[in-house]
């Protein structure tokens, strides 16, 4: 229905309704991730398990005061401290259904406070509709809410990214002071210390305020990345020197190495075979029979030597990028493109729709319709970095750097859609300015008609 004359225009965002939206949003977020939770197409609600574990093991240390423990943080450092706090009310024998209500609760209210983040910063852009519409962008891109039904680290990532976004459009649009670049500096700790594959943040991060010219704003930008990269450190180091204590001393680059492999033979010499990386689902593949003779290849040396198997992969590693970089360079626009394609598997729903070409026809609808707002989001964005002006060159920039950080590390390493989840905040942020934008212009000029 077109907008006329006489226009109700209650809807618009008022001072007196200010709170209440975000209140609704609130609910629409924990329905949304709930609903999610109990479907037939969930993900998996402890994700690999990893951090599961390791949040309990540290609720147990905490509880006990006993550093004995059979688990090691090996993987993103930061996640089972994120999950701590909800799992610290709860006692050893709490059951692994209510440690998963805790966890994903605590994950609604994250990304509810992720959706002001970005809200904030588009507000800062383009008023208060793009506000509303940026926060909105959480529920309308759909994946932030599906990954926080499970206790995986993307929630984690997507606050700690939401945060970058939020903290960089803060330094753009005000006289930076020391405030602002530790703030900017934490947020991108944050985010690389709940996942490592963004820690191009920082790079991507100076390049976007290097934009605005302006030598004073730049040198804080690099005391901001010196703070991320100081907390990042003392995470890492942090976390090492725990593992140590238990008496563990596995290496935290191990799961690197592991992913690095996988990625050395994804869309290696089928291209276009995009299924899950999985034997289950990967059967007369090519690249993975490849890949599993490597690995069994690994698996043996690493018997045979008694070396730690990441100082084995990694020597692969260097063999394999020093005799065929072509390789891996003609492999990274396919795990580029491949990122933004979120795939539902067809044997997930064929238990749900039944077997056959049915079930794969289904899978495919699903995934186009979850697909289309991204892209939207995605084309709105290209649109609005059209702005004018060296500071909505930098804002948008700020709201790209998360994306464009994991979007490259993908390319060279090991692809996956849900490792591009936390950067769709700058996404919400574009899009929320540009169709704010649009939307303004349409109601002024339905509001000139006779």
């Not at 992720?114 to 588009?122: F, V």
């Not at 985010?191 to 004073?216: D, K, P, Q």
């Not at 990345?225 to 563990?248: E, P």
């Not at 539902?344 to 699903?366: D, Q």
Request: glycine fraction near 10%; proline fraction near 5%; aromatic fraction near 12%.
């Amino acid at each position: 229905m077109r907008l006329g004359t006489g226009v109700r225009r209650d809807w618009l965002p008022t001072e007196e309704s200010g709170w209440l939206w975000k209140i609704k949003l609130l609910a629409i977020i924990c329905l949304g991730v709930f609903s999610i939770g109990f479907s037939p197409l969930r993900p998996k609600p402890f994700s690999d398990g990893y951090f599961h574990e390791e949040a309990k093991e540290l609720r147990n240390w905490i509880h006990s005061g006993s550093t004995e423990s059979a688990v090691p943080l090996v993987h993103s450092p930061g996640v089972p401290f994120y999950y701590l706090p909800s799992y610290l009310p709860l006692p050893g024998s709490a059951s692994e259904r209510a440690h998963w209500y805790a966890g994903v609760g605590w994950n609604c209210l994250m990304l509810w406070l992720a959706a002001l983040l970005l809200g904030e910063a588009a507000k800062r852009a383009s008023g208060r509709m793009a506000e509303r519409i940026a926060s909105a962008g959480i529920v309308i891109s759909f994946f932030p809410l599906y990954y926080s039904a499970g206790i995986a680290s993307e929630t984690a990532a997507y606050l700690g990214s939401a945060a970058v976004v939020w903290a960089g459009a803060r330094f753009i649009g005000r006289e930076p002071m020391w405030l602002d670049a530790a703030l900017l500096g934490g947020a991108m700790g944050f985010l690389v210390s709940m996942r490592g594959n963004y820690c191009l943040v920082f790079a991507t991060v100076i390049v976007a305020l290097w934009l605005l010219h302006e030598l004073r704003k730049l040198k804080y930008a690099v005391v901001a990345v010196m703070v991320g990269c100081l907390l990042v450190a003392g995470v890492y180091s942090g976390v090492r020197k725990l593992n140590r204590r238990i008496g563990h001393r596995v290496r935290q680059d191990s799961f690197l190495t592991h992913v690095l492999i996988q990625g050395a033979f994804q869309y290696r010499s089928e291209p276009l075979d995009w299924r899950a990386w999985e034997r289950e689902t990967r059967g007369g593949s090519r690249d993975y029979a490849a890949y599993a003779e490597v690995r069994r290849q690994l698996e043996e040396k690493q018997r045979r030597t008694g070396a730690e198997m990441a100082v084995v992969e990694w020597d692969w590693l260097r063999r394999s990028i020093t005799t065929e970089p072509w390789i891996w360079v003609k492999m990274a626009p396919m795990k580029a493109v491949s990122a933004f394609w979120f795939r539902i598997s067809p044997a997930r729903v064929e238990k749900v729709f039944g077997s056959g070409s049915r079930g794969k026809v289904v899978a495919f609808l699903i995934s186009l319709v979850l697909n289309a707002p991204v892209l939207c989001m995605l084309g709105l964005s290209i649109l609005g970095a059209k702005r004018m002006g060296r500071a909505g060159l930098a804002f948008t920039g700020i709201c790209w750097a998360p994306l464009v950080a994991g979007l490259v590390f993908v390319a060279f390493t090991y692809s996956e859609p849900r490792y591009l989840v936390p950067g769709f905040t700058g996404l919400s942020v574009l899009a929320g300015c540009e169709l704010a934008k649009l939307l303004g212009r349409w109601m002024e000029a339905s509001a000139g008609e006779p």
